[in-house]
């Protein structure tokens, strides 16, 4: 009669554990909210400004994925928890990324037009000289100008883009500086010694 007692105790908890665990139910509420913040980092620009912490809100997201699959919701549902606070921290990262890439090319913008400011003075001083590339320089001079403006304009939008567009310009200064410095080292053939 003792071990009846139990034997029955012992069925009761069996299936109450049964019970227990088939009425668990997938954690969808953190799901979503874990996939909006990831949603969020993505359009925030974390693949660009915090690949890092994305990539480490990613393996969580991945984990709690694999957790849903077998089934272990109690499990599965602390890693969406801790999915969404990662996803929301590669956000922040990404903002402060974003503003600090920003930063960096509008320093990078001020050392750019003194340049080109520089090349201006040269072009000037070599005018003379220039002869068959004057139409060229004042060509990429227009063309340096209005890039150099769409280039200012999306700095805000998109730091790293600007970057990409700004070292393009920069081969275009170099291009004239060589150019100029090539031509101030000629000597000015003078009108008498065309004469003879």
């Known amino acids: ?81 801790d999915a969404k606070a990662a996803f929301e921290k590669a956000a922040a990262s990404a903002a402060a990324g974003k503003k600090a890439a920003a930063a960096e090319v509008n320093v990078s913008v001020v050392a750019l037009e003194e340049a080109w400011s520089k090349l201006e003075t040269t072009a000037k001083t070599v005018e003379k000289k220039m002869k068959d590339k004057k139409e060229a320089w004042t060509a990429d001079a227009t063309a340096f100008t209005e890039r150099l403006k769409a280039t200012k304009d999306g700095i ?32 000015v053939k003078s009108e008498k010694k065309k004469k003879k």
């Open 156 to 187: 805000a939008a998109d730091p790293i883009g600007a970057k990409a567009k700004l070292a393009e310009l920069k081969t275009v200064i170099d291009k004239w500086d060589a150019a100029f410095t090539e031509l101030a080292a000629t000597p």
């Open 1 to 81: 009669m003792k071990y009846f007692k139990y034997s029955a105790s012992l069925v009761v908890i069996l299936i109450l554990s049964l019970v227990f665990i088939g009425c668990a139910k997938p954690p969808e509420a953190e799901k979503s909210a874990a996939n909006a913040a990831m949603t969020a980092a993505v359009a925030a620009g974390a693949d660009k400004y915090a690949a890092t912490d994305l990539g480490a809100a990613k393996k969580i997201w991945d984990t709690a994925e694999g957790q849903m699959k077998e089934k272990m919701y109690k499990e599965a549902k602390l890693a969406y928890v």
